[in-house]
């Protein structure tokens, strides 16, 4: 209650709508969460304390991902098996992230992945995903599902960084998988998981119910423009986007890294 009236008078609507546009449309085009646009936008739009800006944002990820995975769904561009299997290995995961995240050195380790999805975006250039491509769920691949879900939750957990940016593109790169495939089925994997995190957040009072029903509800209205742009595109073209996306937002993290460290 007490961060609700906190933010009484921090919710700008026209902000908060423009918010979930933007992040409903990214979250449908690149099989993101869209909690990665969401929160830094409330931080400075809205003026939203961080931990409370995570809470609202995870809370206003499932409309839009529900909406998102209808849109793929539709046209047969989800696995359900496979978000099946990334979310075993994300939940349980999710708890070892955040049982380390006083005992390892975040600030390495955000280095560390900032490295990795610049090696990711790079590749992103250079390959072009085949939209025929059919994953075939035999031993080894469903271990190594587990295990990319497993670590995108022990990131999630230590460095707050939604899954979407790690699991579409090693669906792509390291699973042969189609990107459109891998988008749709990102988004299903987040909906149980964001759903779970908002029940605890609610718990903890970490929630903005009604800016997170305004983001949620705006971010729907542009969702399935987002995945109906991501399917109209052609693989090389669509992948390219996405390297750039993740450009973007490495130099985000770049700076809030720099920041840590002079905090530290």
């Not at 609507?13 to 449908?28: C, M, P, R, T």
């Not at 497993?150 to 090693?170: D, K, N």
């Not at 509800?217 to 109209?232: F, H, K, N, R």
Request: charged share 10%; glycine share 12%.
């Amino acid at each position: 209650m007490t961060g609700e009236m906190e933010t009484e008078h921090r919710r700008p609507i026209f902000a908060l709508i423009a918010i979930g546009l933007l992040s409903g449309f990214l979250s449908g085009m690149f099989g993101i969460g869209g909690g990665i646009v969401i929160v830094p936008l409330l931080v400075m739009l809205a003026k939203f304390p961080r931990k409370l800006a995570a809470g609202t944002s995870l809370g206003a990820i499932v409309p839009a991902a529900l909406v998102g995975v209808a849109s793929y769904a539709a046209v047969g561009n989800v696995d359900w098996l496979v978000a099946l299997i990334l979310v075993v290995g994300s939940v349980t995961g999710a708890q070892v992230g955040a049982h380390l995240l006083h005992k390892l050195p975040v600030l390495a380790i955000r280095w560390a992945f900032i490295a990795f999805l610049v090696v990711v975006a790079v590749s992103l250039f250079l390959v072009v995903p085949s939209r025929d491509a059919q994953l075939q769920l035999d031993v080894l691949p469903i271990i190594g599902l587990v295990a990319l879900g497993f670590a995108t939750g022990v990131l999630s957990g230590i460095l707050g960084v939604g899954g979407g940016v790690i699991i579409v593109p090693m669906l792509i790169l390291l699973f042969g998988q189609s990107d459109l495939v891998a988008k749709g089925t990102s988004l299903a994997m987040m909906i149980p998981t964001a759903i779970s995190g908002t029940i605890g957040n609610l718990r903890r009072k970490n929630v903005d119910i009604l800016a997170s029903l305004v983001v949620g509800l705006s971010a729907c209205v542009t969702t399935a423009l987002g995945a109906a742009a991501a399917i109209a595109l052609d693989p090389r073209t669509a992948s390219i986007i996405f390297g750039a996306f993740l450009l973007v937002l490495i130099v985000r993290l770049v700076f809030e890294a720099i920041k840590q460290g002079h905090r530290e």
